[in-house]
């Protein structure tokens, strides 16, 4: 029986259906010269992982290459890839040092994890992967082409602190808050409950110092692997916007704002056109 997972917005989600997405929208997106397709995991007994013995990574990598990566949104969540490198094609002979990895399954793990909605990811060491493969709330397929396992790959859900923090989370109604600070309702003394706009202003103005990467984004495109190894100085690379386009302003990351680019003496700059709302932001 799977298990419903809630977003941010409360909003419950089949498991089952996250698992099997995410798994059908990576293996459409590995760059890999032959089909693959994902199929749950079963160990040589035809038990799956939470109905057997956990899976031991040992067992599972044989020969291939291991990513681990974490993602942050309305649904968080864990995911790995093992991969034989017989199936990347051209990818298997890129020189790790002007290309990891990385970078070849980037798009893969942003695909499996786009299902999951908006949110930022991020890799880790591999020495995350043997606890997210024993973690009973993993969900584990193997990566198969022609009846042939070439790998796996794990993804597990995590709630969010939103939610962990409505559930479990809650101040108590008198006494201590969390962090230590008293609270006086009995006695009249104005709280920040009573006043939360205050509460909220106090809170952010901490992060007032905080540094935070702004990017100006004029366009982008795909490439091949092939296409980046014969890459030379001289080589021109189209674009996917227009000339006079606006430009992308993002803030880690994330679309905030458009605007023109100019130069400030003898330095690139933007002048803002446009701020845009979470909505377009997502868009």
């Not at 022609?146 to 479990?168: H, K, N, Q």
Request: charged residues 20%; contains cysteine; proline residues 6%.
């Amino acid at each position: 029986m799977s298990s419903p997972q809630k977003t941010e917005s409360g909003h419950a989600v089949d498991t089952e259906i996250l698992h099997a997405s995410a798994a059908e929208a990576l293996c459409a997106a590995l760059p890999v010269s032959v089909a693959v397709t994902a199929r749950p995991w079963q160990d040589e007994t035809g038990a799956a992982p939470g109905d057997s013995a956990t899976p031991d990574l040992a067992a599972l990598a044989g020969a291939g290459d291991l990513v681990v990566a974490a993602f942050v949104g309305g649904i968080s969540a864990d995911v790995a890839v093992h991969v034989d490198p017989a199936i990347l094609g051209d990818a298997a002979d890129l020189d790790p040092k002007l290309v990891s990895l990385d970078d070849v399954l980037r798009p893969a793990f942003e695909a499996a994890t786009g299902v999951l909605g908006t949110g930022v990811l991020s890799t880790v060491p591999s020495s995350a992967a043997p606890a997210l493969l024993q973690d009973s709330d993993t969900a584990l397929f193997q990566l198969v082409t022609d009846d042939r396992a070439v790998g796996w790959f794990a993804l597990r859900l995590r709630e969010p602190a939103s939610a962990a923090t409505a559930s479990g989370g809650r101040a108590p109604s008198g006494g201590r808050a969390p962090g230590g600070s008293q609270t006086h309702a009995a006695q009249g003394t104005t709280t920040t409950a009573q006043h939360p706009d205050q509460g909220v202003t106090s809170r952010l103005s901490r992060l007032n110092n905080v540094q935070m990467a702004l990017t100006v984004e004029i366009g982008r495109t795909r490439v091949s692997v092939r296409d980046v190894l014969a890459m030379e100085p001289g080589a021109v690379i189209e674009l996917d916007r227009n000339a006079g386009a606006p430009a992308d302003v993002r803030l880690n990351g994330r679309l905030i704002a458009q605007g023109e680019v100019v130069v400030m003496d003898q330095d690139y700059g933007v002048r803002i056109t446009k701020i845009l709302d979470s909505a377009e932001g997502l868009a």
